[in-house]
């Protein structure tokens, strides 16, 4: 079936450095979205791309809808402790129904 | 309510028995999805509903799984005859039906089968 494949699975760094995850399909997508879970939470929503090539920024967290609609970046710049949790990527072939990835784990050394 | 509520928050039971799980979602939302969380693991989609429109149950694992949705607003996931392998997060999450409208989820249901 569908399936995004995210990178890396998990990240260590400093407080302050800049983080950069992405995710990549075998199929096109019409919308990509990108999703922060907290431990014992639901993933709640930071980013949504819906055209191709779009770049969209939210503070300190930026996002692109690759332009062959088949990838989707985040990037979150100088790092602070609250960023730390989990990042889906997830994307919507035109239905409703949401195929999510893997998801990477952000540790955060102070 | 705010946002998507699920219920309960936690739930232990052995093996071989039932168990029901609720989701209240967001007033109005008329898209409303179950998802499944295994330890350390992605979003596995469970089954989707969509207004009166008959739902989606491709993403249910066995016949043993199970939703509802009664009057187009609460839903219930039933899994029947419990297995160890069913332990997981079960997340709700409701949208307002666009075609790109996100997804809000609940705080899910953390599931142990003992």
């Known amino acids: 079936g569908q399936q995004l494949n995210q990178s890396p699975q998990s990240m260590f760094i400093q407080e302050g450095e800049d983080v950069s995850m992405n995710c990549t399909s075998s199929s096109i997508f019409n919308t990509w979205l990108w999703y922060k879970q907290d431990p014992g939470e639901g993933p709640v929503l930071l980013i949504a791309?819906?055209?191709?090539?779009e770049l969209t920024s939210n503070g300190r967290l930026t996002a692109q809808f690759g332009i062959t609609r088949k990838d989707s970046f985040l990037n979150i710049s100088a790092s602070i402790p609250s960023d730390v949790g989990i990042y889906f990527c997830?994307?919507?072939?035109?239905?409703?129904?949401?195929?999510f990835g893997q998801g990477t784990r952000l540790t955060i050394n102070p | 309510g705010a946002g998507v509520s699920q219920s309960p928050s936690n739930k232990v039971t052995e093996k071989g028995k039932d168990v029901e799980l609720r989701c209240d979602p967001i007033s109005g939302h008329t898209a409303l999805y179950w998802y499944r969380q295994s330890l350390g693991q992605g979003l596995e989609f469970l089954i989707y509903?969509?207004?009166?429109?008959?739902?989606?149950k491709s993403g249910l694992p066995s016949d043993r799984f199970s939703a509802e949705r009664t009057g187009g607003s609460v839903s219930t996931l039933t899994i029947q005859r419990t297995q160890q392998e069913d332990s997981a997060v079960y997340l709700c999450?409701?949208?307002?039906?666009?075609?790109?409208?996100?997804?809000?989820f609940g705080n899910g249901t953390r599931l142990t089968v003992t």
């Open positions: 999450a409701s949208s307002s039906g666009t075609v790109v409208s996100p997804l809000h």
């Open positions: 997830a994307g919507s072939q035109g239905a409703q129904k949401l195929v």
């Open positions: 791309l819906y055209k191709a090539g």
């Open positions: 509903f969509q207004g009166n429109s008959a739902p989606d």
